[in-house]
């Protein structure tokens, strides 16, 4: 049915030339889309990026024009941060990851010719497309941007009169919101299409773990967003109209925003984990040429995380008032949570073992992906046991805790996804050297980063200060040193980023032209050309294994695609 | 999946469940978390406030009774519709005009909460009154957005059913859709009214 169904929406039997705009702007085929989201997620990441540079050069050279930016004011800093840890979520690491990815991954990966609702598909795109302006419009508004950090907290959110930006606070909701429902019907299409648009024979079991990811983090998303929705439209009334949903002088509890915000805000971090999850399990298998350890294992032990990570949101409020003997129970559920986390860890590893390795650059990122995670995961403890959190709150530790979180997620999985399926997408190699520099020089910046925020904040180093002249105990030189390495540490990291862009940019035309199968891979998307016209298969396959039969025994290649029948 | 060898694996049956129905499954799964947030911010905010303020003394009584009887015209809308899908087959035309019955129930529901909002707002039981007045507004309101969108629906469905060009599971995902509309006014009645 669903076959069928995507073959009347456009028929490509007979591929007709578009012209530039239906093509680029206007297309329901999922590679364009991805590559839509991918662009824009990037372009983001670009700002995200530069809104980092600024903020950690006023962290390290107070008050001193910034290169590029001029003079950061309390408020221009506030903006920045907030709207840092905003894009890097959810325009870099969702956009990427999940609708990147999962438009191109899931059409390829269970041998269909599109997606089951192609146009609304590309409905999400759009969508998507407009929260990105309205964000980014946010900054040119009167008062600018909002300033209230990613979480917007009321009431510094809900009343102008305390966060002193009347527009920027509802704009940025308005694009939170659009945002949302993008990756609402996005999601749709992914869960869907899995289930019923599969080759012939290909089993739910015979799915590739990145396919199975990128589903589960869709439906942990639908699961989780419609609390925060209700959250969003009770705090933009709050500010547009002056309700009291979160205004105890009137009723109203500021607490229920931190509920409703972290009830979706937790499991979104496992929203965007999985799907690199997924991609780390893919590389591995190809570059070591072993079939994943325990396939089931995996999979049930991502379900099982996904339901657990419904029941640790009020970790993130262990200092907000809440209940101590709740903090006792949440405390729990969190420890909890990093036991699947850490088997997924260890399967990774079994994985590898004993394999056929070749450092090719996804296979760089993949491992970097497991060793840095793992640092994010294991600094998780102390942040989830309520007693030492009431220490760590809100100093540089969390903020260096889960950038270790984030940073193997959006950045890591972003380039190991990018650089394994890059043949695919392009058809053309980017090239390994530069590639090679480039992952050394980000992994070892991103650490020179990071390693100094986690000693400062276990200083007592607080992290909502944008100038520490005025906190002698805080302004020792001890304590800027780290702070200044931490941003040279971060100016390296980012001067080497334009060597990818070169590298992603460039070799689209001028690249290695790459076959149909370069890594020599099971799945299915590279058992049709590279890059794969419109309906990507000819004929359809059929699928007769699983994804990962590497280096069978008794057979003369190491790896033995699903649609192979012999 | 292990050693699958070459042997031939069956071709691709009939999905077990039809794609329009998994996308409503999934919208229909969002909307109940999204009015879960509602009606437990509603109940925690209720719980928390001190005995005797919640609702807040000020607040006039909400119209239990009559909006009790209202939602007796959504009940049986819902009754209608489920009615239609049974008998779609068998008797097309009234199944057809069972439909059209559903839409004017709850056509007549919606316009009884357009006079009721009215009336409550003439007392000046508003949404910036109270934080209570806020909630009522809002998660009654989003209700009843909803239930226009639902009647806008079923009434496009209606009238592709008539011409005979609605796929099955496509009027399936539509019903389902209604179900949802119907069966949450009971919880918000619950937890809101009474």
Known sequence: MAQSHAHDD?????????????????????????????????????????????????????????????????????????????????WVAMPVLIAAFGNFLIPLMVGCDDMVF??????????????????VSSFFVEGGAFGGAWTAYPPLSAKAEYNLTPLGPTLWLAAVALEFVAFLLGGINFVTTAMNSRAPGMRALDLPMAVWMIVIASILFMCSVGPLIAGAVMLMFDQTIGTGFFDPDRGGDPVLWQHLFWFFGHPEVYVVLLPPLGFVAEIITTFSRKRLFAYKTVLYTTIGTGILSFFVWAHHQFIAGVDPRMSNVFSVTTVLISIPIAELCFV????????????????????????????????????????????????????????????PIAIIGTFAGVTYWYPKMFGRHMDETLGKIHFWVTIAGFNGIFIPLFILGAAGDHRRIFDYSNFPELASPELQAMRVFATVSLLVMLAVQPLFAWNFFRNMWKGKVAEANPWNANTLEWQCPSPPPHGNFNPMPEVYRGPYEYSQPGRADDFWPQNSPT | ?????????????????????????????????????????????????????????????????????????????????????????????????LLWGAVAFATAFLAYQVFEFVRLVSIGFTMVSSAHGGFFYTIVGAHALHAVIAVAVLSWAVRRLSAGDLRPPAFTAVRMYWYFVVGLWPAIYTVVYL
Not at chain 1, 65 to 82: E, I, Q, R
Request: proline share 5%; with cysteine.
């Open chain 1, 10 to 90: 456009h028929a490509h039997g007979d591929h007709h030339e578009e012209g530039w705009f239906l093509k680029y702007f206007w297309s329901t085929d999922h590679k364009m889309i991805a590559k839509q989201y991918l662009l824009t997620g990037m372009a983001l990441g670009v700002i995200g990026a530069y809104f980092a540079y600024v903020f950690r050069m006023q962290l390290a050279f107070p008050n001193k024009p910034v290169p590029g930016y001029g003079l950061v004011t309390g408020s221009d800093y506030n903006a920045l941060v907030t709207n840092h840890g905003a894009i890097m979520i959810f």
């Open chain 1, 118 to 135: 192609p146009r609304l598909n590309r409905l999400s795109y759009q969508i998507f497309l407009i929260s990105a302006i309205v964000l």
């Open chain 1, 348 to 407: 990774y590893i079994a994985t590898l073992y004993a394999g056929s390795i070749s450092f090719r650059v996804p296979m760089l990122w993949a491992l970097a992906f497991i060793a840095e995670f793992l640092v994010g995961g294991v600094t998780g403890i102390f942040l989830g046991a309520s007693g030492a959190d009431i220490y760590f709150h809100d100093t540089y530790f969390v903020v260096a805790h889960f950038h270790y979180t984030f940073f």
């Open chain 2, 1 to 97: 999946m292990a050693a699958a060898g070459a042997i031939p694996r069956p071709v691709r049956g009939a999905p077990i469940i039809e794609s329009e129905v998994v996308a409503m499954v999934i919208v229909v799964f969002c909307e109940v978390m999204f009015f879960a947030g509602f009606l437990s911010g509603f109940s925690l905010i209720g719980a928390r406030a001190p005995a005797g303020w919640w609702p807040p003394p000020g607040d006039p009584a909400l119209p239990v009774a009559a909006t009790g009887g209202a939602s007796l015209a959504l009940l049986i809308s819902g009754v209608a519709v489920f009615w239609a899908g049974r008998r779609l087959d068998a008797d097309r035309a009234g199944a057809l005009r």
